[in-house]
């Protein structure tokens, strides 16, 4: 099968494309630099190769034909991406680099090593959106995500950045008050978090029968779950790499060093087509030997191999 690109002036692809978007051979030429002859010329041989007439000249414009419009929208599309690779193959060091990610490891984890960063890179300023909705890198003006998953997502490249792993935490007072020396004693214990993932950790740990009382609060991100349990509302199931600074100080304790993974990972991802921008490149290097560098990383990879 031929290509229908095969033999086609891209040249007067680019000239009608502009047209198309300004509705003016006129302002056509002037974003282009060229004069309205060369547009009206670009427009014709176009037409010629592609057997269709493309506008409708009317007293103050043009207007594409429903031809014309199709391959307007195309055009455009076209355009942008290409505009946007160039960009990307040739930006200065200058400029912001857009990043989506979890609020839990935005807070927890990111946000304390960011400055190192941005020391490192002082003229990309650097914006941090925390959303637990899936942002379209594709189409949404977003250069780097960090997200939970298998790290497989069309149109995306990935690396893994730290295991899915989660532990029960809770204050020490709580610890004290419930004595707690083996997993099966959380059986009774005030809970927090859903049921389901307690049942995983119960099960991976060797506790077979989880009974009751039920997990008594449940939240929509972890670090609201974290907060109870730092009230001493009860023992929550959270990670021990984004809390790891927490247990340090021993404001949090974790009672077992058992963990089990509840998710395939976190993962820093970013556009395939856009691989090769520098500063997607800058930091994805950086983050990654953040992580390397983390010891309750390390750890984390280390217990569950």
Excluded at 255 to 266: C, D, I, K, N, R
Aim: overall charge neutral; proline content about 6%.
């Amino acid at each position: 099968m031929s290509d229908p690109l095969s033999g086609l002036p891209l040249a007067s692809i680019r000239v009608f494309e502009a047209a198309a978007r300004l509705r003016s051979f006129t302002r056509a030429a002037e974003e282009l630099g060229m004069t309205q002859a060369a547009v009206s010329w670009q427009i014709k041989a176009l037409e010629t190769r592609l057997g269709l007439s493309l506008f409708r000249r009317l007293p103050r414009e043009v207007a594409p034909t429903e031809p014309g419009e199709r391959l307007s929208r195309a055009a455009t599309e076209a355009m942008l991406l290409l505009r946007r690779a160039i960009s990307d193959l040739t930006e200065a060091d200058d400029g912001v680099l857009s990043i989506t990610s979890l609020a839990t490891l935005a807070s927890q984890w990111l946000a304390q090593r960011l400055g190192e960063f941005q020391v490192a890179n002082p003229g990309l300023a650097v914006r941090v959106d925390t959303s637990s909705t899936l942002t379209d890198l594709m189409r949404e003006n977003v250069d780097i995500a960090i997200r939970s998953g298998n790290g497989k997502w069309p149109g995306l490249d990935a690396a893994l950045l730290m295991p899915g792993v989660f532990t029960p935490l809770c204050a020490p007072d709580l610890c004290a008050r419930l004595n707690l020396q083996r997993p099966a004693d959380l059986v009774a214990a005030p809970r927090i978090g859903e049921e389901k993932e307690w049942a995983a950790w119960f099960a991976s740990a060797g506790v077979e029968s989880v009974g009751h009382p039920a997990v008594r609060l449940r939240a929509d991100f972890q670090a609201l779950e974290v907060a109870a349990a730092l009230g001493g509302q009860g023992v929550a199931l959270a990670s021990p790499i984004l809390y790891a600074r927490e247990i340090a100080a021993g404001v949090l304790v974790q009672p077992f060093a058992h963990m089990v993974e509840l998710s395939a990972g976190y993962w820093v991802c970013w556009p395939t087509d856009r691989r090769l921008s520098p500063k997607i490149a800058r930091f994805r290097d950086w983050v990654l030997k953040a992580a390397a560098d983390d010891p309750a990383i390390t750890a984390a990879f280390d217990a569950i191999r």
